[in-house]
C-alpha cells in the first residue's frame, strides 16, 4: 500500500501494464567486507564470484530491483507476484516495465546461475 503523499492517483494507468519494475531497499541486510567475492548460496561447486555477478541480498549500496508481475491495482495498493524482497521492505520507485527497456540481443549469463535459479521462484 502506497504511504503519504501518494494516493491512488499515483497508481492511475499501471494497471495496464502485465509487470512493473520496483525498487527497494535492503534495510535488513548488513554489508561489510568480507562480502566483497563469495560462492552463490555458499557452494563451493559453484565459482567464487564477486559482489557485482550476484544477486546477494546484503549488498553495498542496499538497493533491490525485481521485476514483477502485477495481479491487482485497487485503491493506493499494488498487489504483485515475484517481488524477491521481504514483507514490509521500504519500496522507493515502481515503474511499468515496457518490453523496449528489456535487454537487446542474446543473454548470456553462466552455468551456475541457471542451475541456483531452477526453483528459486
Not at 19 to 35: G, L, P, R
Not at 80 to 87: E, N, Q, Y
Amino acid at each position: 500500500e502506497l504511504s503519504m503523499p501518494f494516493n491512488e492517483r499515483s497508481l492511475l494507468g499501471l494497471a495496464d501494464f502485465s509487470h512493473c519494475i520496483v525498487v527497494y531497499v535492503f534495510d535488513k541486510a548488513v554489508w561489510d567486507e568480507s562480502k566483497m567475492s563469495r560462492h552463490p548460496r555458499g557452494n563451493k561447486d559453484w565459482p567464487e564470484v564477486g559482489i557485482f555477478a550476484q544477486r546477494a541480498k546484503d549488498r553495498p549500496n542496499r538497493l533491490g530491483v525485481t521485476v514483477c508481475r502485477i495481479l491487482e491495482v485497487k485503491d493506493s495498493t499494488l498487489h504483485v507476484t515475484g517481488l524477491d524482497a521481504i514483507d514490509g521492505t521500504p519500496v522507493v520507485d515502481i515503474k511499468p516495465w515496457m518490453v523496449e527497456f528489456g535487454p537487446r540481443g542474446e543473454v548470456v549469463q553462466p552455468s551456475w546461475s541457471n542451475e541456483l535459479m531452477k526453483d528459486y521462484w
